[in-house]
């Protein structure tokens, strides 16, 4: 049994066509990559998976049901915070555990579960706008896990966390996962889905551009990425017929060679102009699949679309 599956998935609002027939599923385990660009129509794909609005058509199974009554079963972190500012934490998460049809004597056990894991027990009795940034992401996070479900969207988890709660959450994410809650993970950020997701879809203008095993799609781009840690000069690497796109960051490079280039003669080369401390042929990044699939120069011309896709997403 599939966790979600959406079949022929459309919506418009007004002239825009926020999403276009979108179909993938998800099988229960999986930690799932939902990707694109700004505007490219993942929140109205969550949007319509929640049943918060409806699609104009196509449709939409969860846990197994095309009945829209399930959604108790699913967790849900949205990417702006919807927390009442004016209420103290705990009052808050047990509000919003009632809501999901939680018992108070339950929820109260879960809560300070919660807070205890997150550090943030000293803080129940705060208002929320007394809060810092971080500290409300992660009690939202708290709120979308709380009652068990066994699907869970989180769209941009990682917002406004330091290094160490960012570590934290990937790794309560990771063990929901194996303990055997389905992930979908919304986002723009590719090196989070390539660190955390088995599966992805990216979507662009509401389509399909790509969907499968991410170590799947990965392969079929080859391994002619070159990854370069070095110090000296980078003149040698400017039109150099060898490479076709480079990434520069200081002392550290990411290189697609041209498919008839030879990495061992880029090597030989390199070796004679610069001191090198890493030279590893690797597959592309996620990034570099995105960007070329996705990339600024595959969306000119679609300057008023995009406009108007922003507000629709």
């Not at 027939?21 to 930690?31: A, D, F, N």
Request: aromatic share 6%.
């Amino acid at each position: 049994m599939n966790a979600l599956s959406l079949r022929h998935v459309s919506k418009r609002f007004g002239q825009v066509m926020a999403v276009d027939s979108l179909s993938l599923q998800v099988e229960r385990g999986w930690m799932y990559g939902l990707l694109g660009p700004n505007g490219a129509g993942k929140t109205t794909t969550i949007r319509m998976i929640l049943n918060i609005i409806q699609p104009d058509q196509g449709q939409i199974s969860l846990l197994g049901s095309s009945e829209r009554s399930l959604t108790d079963r699913v967790g849900y972190l949205p990417e702006e915070r919807g927390l009442y500012r004016k209420m103290k934490v705990v009052d808050l998460l047990l509000f919003l555990a009632a809501v999901k049809g939680m018992a108070h004597r339950q929820a109260r056990a879960e809560i300070q579960r919660w807070l205890e894991k997150l550090e943030l027990n000293a803080w129940e009795q705060k208002k929320v706008e007394e809060l810092s940034k971080g500290m409300q992401q992660q009690i939202q996070f708290i709120a979308s896990v709380l009652h068990g479900p066994d699907l869970i969207i989180f769209d941009e988890p990682f917002t406004g966390l330091d290094p160490l709660n960012t570590n934290r959450l990937k790794d309560i994410i990771l063990s929901l996962n194996k303990q055997g809650a389905t992930i979908i993970l919304s986002t723009h950020r590719m090196e989070q889905v390539e660190k955390l997701c088995t599966h992805i879809c990216l979507i662009d203008r509401g389509r399909k551009i790509l969907d499968g095993p991410l170590s799947a799609i990965k392969s079929q781009y080859g391994r002619n990425t070159v990854r370069l840690e070095f110090d000296g000069p980078t003149i040698f690497l400017e039109n150099n017929p060898l490479i076709d796109k480079m990434n520069l960051y200081g002392h550290y490079a990411e290189l697609r060679l041209k498919p008839s280039a030879d990495p061992q003669e880029l090597l030989r080369v390199a070796v004679q102009k610069i001191r090198i401390h890493k030279f590893e042929v690797v597959e592309p990044s996620l990034d570099d699949i995105f960007m070329e699939k996705v990339g600024l120069g595959k969306r000119s011309g679609h300057a008023s679309d995009q406009k108007s896709q922003f507000a629709a997403d």
